[in-house]
């Protein structure tokens, strides 16, 4: 009897690179693919689409991974609670989106000399890997590395910057959004965190939009 092997052709993919929780992370969020939606500049300015998969380092996606995600408001502001902050599911294939505004830059000094970069702060989770903590940047953004405040942040890697697109409907450029693509890869491992424990007898927060409360 011949025996064929056939040689598996094992795409590699590297794990995304971790960045730092920063000080606005609050547990238990709102359940919701929408946020900012509460900032007023979310009538006037143009979305921005947000989109990816959750994938391992063997480029297999991971479906049902818990992804949380906080940034600032427009004008850089961290509202508490319920604005800009939200957790979802990756769904079949590992596809995950959501909708926001394109987060507005902080300063962190007191005398407003140094900024951060426009980010997106995200904490993915799913058994069996560990949690990755991280933040997504925008290219061309002045104060990515050596000039982001943040001496120990990650806004230098290429892997956590992206480069939106603008899509319009029609050609009055009154229906338009940007999107941008982040593909987000989970090392395997025993769901290591940097996040503290956080108290799970509280519920999650209520989405007041989606619950209509
Ligand atoms: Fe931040």
Same mark, same amino acid.
């Given at each position: ?7 598996? *052709?094992? *795409? ?21 693919? *929408? ?35 906080? *940034? ?67 290219? !061309?953004?002045?104060?990515? !590395? ?68």
């Amino acid at each position: 009897m011949n025996v064929y092997c056939v040689e598996q *052709q094992v *795409q590699s993919c590297k794990a995304t690179t971790p960045d730092v929780l920063g000080p606005y992370y609050f547990p238990r969020p709102p359940h919701r693919r *929408q946020i900012c939606d509460r900032d007023p500049a979310f009538k006037n300015e143009r979305h921005l689409l947000v989109e990816g998969r959750i994938l391992d380092e063997s480029c297999q996606p991971i479906s049902g991974t818990r992804i949380e995600v906080w *940034q600032a408001d427009h004008d850089g502001h961290y509202l508490f609670k319920e604005n800009c902050r939200g957790y979802f599911y990756a769904e079949k294939g590992g596809h995950y989106a959501f909708l926001t505004l394109h987060p507005g830059t902080y300063s962190t000094d007191p005398k407003k000399e140094l900024f951060r970069p426009a980010h997106i702060h995200f904490r993915v989770q799913k058994p069996g890997y560990n949690i990755l903590v991280t933040q997504m940047y925008f290219a !061309g953004d002045p104060n990515l !590395g050596r000039n982001d405040s943040c001496t120990e942040c990650s806004s230098d890697r290429s892997d956590l910057i992206v480069e939106p697109r603008q899509m319009c409907a029609d050609k009055t450029g009154q229906f338009c959004f940007r999107i941008a693509h982040f593909d987000i890869v989970l090392k395997r491992g025993n769901e290591v965190s940097v996040v503290p424990d956080v108290d799970d007898s509280e519920p999650e927060l209520d989405d007041i939009v989606e619950t209509g409360k």
